[in-house]
T-cell receptor, first 112, second 111 residues
């Protein structure tokens, strides 16, 4: 079993829709949670970063972490064609190995 | 601006050859990482380093090696390239281990 599971998609939505992207993880030692966005043939770039459970909002993006169910979500409001990319969830422990563990990524297509 | 650069960006090599992918960062970050990205697997950790002379194996380290002789560079070497190592390779660096910045990737094809 992978430590972080993510539906690969593709997920296709019309412009303006609310998008929900999700991951589950298995190791309760994970404390920090991130969402990366990756455009085609580019490196991943950090979108959102949260510590432990709760919500964090940044413009049209909201990251949500529920540690009790080991569930990570990213919501995109008023989605735009420029949001079309692969979204990767990632997590890291508080101590020990300080390298990210990634989900496999969800490809999102926002249709104009 | 500080940045992280990878070279070469694209390379085709033959099975059995030794290949080195370079990674250079100008942020003075202690933490550096190498990942490979394959369809259906996402990003998988190959090797990582927390500082000069420190290297550690990740989940897919077989057939790869790294060395850290200074803060700025973490070259990744494929000792004897195999077709299974055809992939996109990403170098990354981090100051605190949480906020990690990636390079643009190196596309490697082993024929």
């Amino acid at each position: 079993q992978k430590e972080v599971e993510q539906d690969p998609g593709p997920l296709s939505v019309p412009e303006g829709a609310i998008v929900s992207l999700n991951c589950t993880y298995s190791n309760s030692a994970f404390q920090y949670f991130m969402w990366y966005r990756q455009y085609s043939r580019k490196g991943p770039e950090l979108l959102m970063y949260t510590y432990s459970s709760g919500n964090k909002e940044d413009g049209r993006f909201t990251a949500q972490v529920d540690k009790s169910s080991k569930y990570i979500s990213l919501f995109i409001r008023d989605s735009q064609p420029s949001d079309s990319a692969t979204y990767l969830c990632a997590t890291i422990m508080d101590t020990g190995r300080r390298a990210l563990t990634f989900g496999s990524g969800t490809r999102l297509q926002v249709q104009p | 601006d500080a940045e992280i650069t990878q070279s070469p960006r694209h390379k085709i090599t033959e099975t059995g050859r030794q290949v080195t992918l370079a990674c250079h960062q100008t942020w003075n970050h202690n933490n550096m990482f190498w990942y490979r990205q394959d369809l259906g697997h996402g990003l998988r950790l190959i090797h990582y380093s927390y500082g000069v002379q420190d290297t550690n194996k990740g989940e897919v380290s077989d057939g790869y090696s790294v060395s850290r002789s200074n803060t700025e560079d973490l070259p990744l070497t494929l000792e004897s390239a195999a077709s299974s190592q055809t992939s996109v390779y990403f170098c990354a660096s981090s100051k605190d281990g949480n906020t990690i910045y990636f390079g643009e990737g190196s596309w490697l094809t082993v024929v």
